[in-house]
């Protein structure tokens, strides 16, 4: 069966960096794009970007332009998240989703990785 | 960049119909997911394509898009159905774009 299990939880101070990783089991990494959401708490899902897990091909939302980096281990059927220059408004549950392509719907979606930046 | 509006809320009594529609300018040009989310829980496809339901979904859960607006149905509403709904959709120049999602309570 299909899995996507998620790196655990993490606390970091602003002005660092985070990576997520999130592991697939039960099917082919590199058949399926991997995207990444993540939300604050209480508040909506937002998407923040995808990768083209065949080859590794990425686009990031403009709002996260330039922080965000999306990348993936085929060898290891890994795809991680990393956010940069970490501020307060960063602290939020980062979900990646598996879809079959860019524009495609989420049919699985990891068990989220909780990420708390304070001082 | 592109944006999808739902209500904050719906309420709706057991056994009725439930309705939670999304706008967007032109929405019904391009297709239109729904995602179930329960407290302390990941997401799950509800609905994609519009109206197509994934496998191990109830039927009374249904789907429609057309001019600017989206629309979830659920006939029948039961009490596990009490959940956060969002729809989602795809822009060529945006990305993925969620809308605020709708708390539907179940009374």
């Known amino acids: 069966q299909v899995q996507l299990v998620q790196s655990g939880a993490e606390v970091k101070k602003p002005g660092a960096s985070v990576k997520v990783s999130c592991k697939a089991s039960g099917y082919t990494l590199t058949r399926y794009a991997m995207h990444w959401v993540r939300q604050a708490p209480g508040q909506r899902l937002e998407w923040m970007g995808w990768i083209n897990t065949g080859n590794g091909n990425t686009q990031y939302t403009q709002k996260l332009q330039g922080r965000v980096t999306i990348s993936r281990d085929t060898s290891a059927s890994t795809a991680y998240m990393e956010l940069s220059s970490l501020r307060s408004e960063d602290t939020a549950l980062y979900y990646c989703?598996?879809?079959?392509?860019?524009?495609?719907?989420?049919?699985?979606w990891g068990q989220g990785t909780l990420v708390t930046v304070s001082s | 960049s592109y944006e999808l509006t739902q209500p904050p809320s719906v309420s709706v009594s057991p056994g009725q119909t439930a309705t939670i529609p999304c706008s967007g300018d032109k929405l019904g040009d391009i297709f239109s997911h729904w995602y179930q989310q329960k407290p302390g829980q990941s997401p799950i496809l509800v609905i994609y394509q519009d109206n197509k339901r994934p496998s191990g979904i109830p039927e009374r859960f249904s789907g429609s898009n057309s001019g600017n607006t989206a629309t979830l149905t659920i006939s029948g509403t039961q009490a596990v159905d009490e959940a956060d709904y969002y729809c989602q959709a795809w822009d060529s120049s945006t990305g993925g774009v969620f809308g605020g999602g709708t708390k539907l309570t179940v009374l």
């Open positions: 989703a598996r879809a079959r392509s860019g524009s495609s719907p989420y049919d699985y």
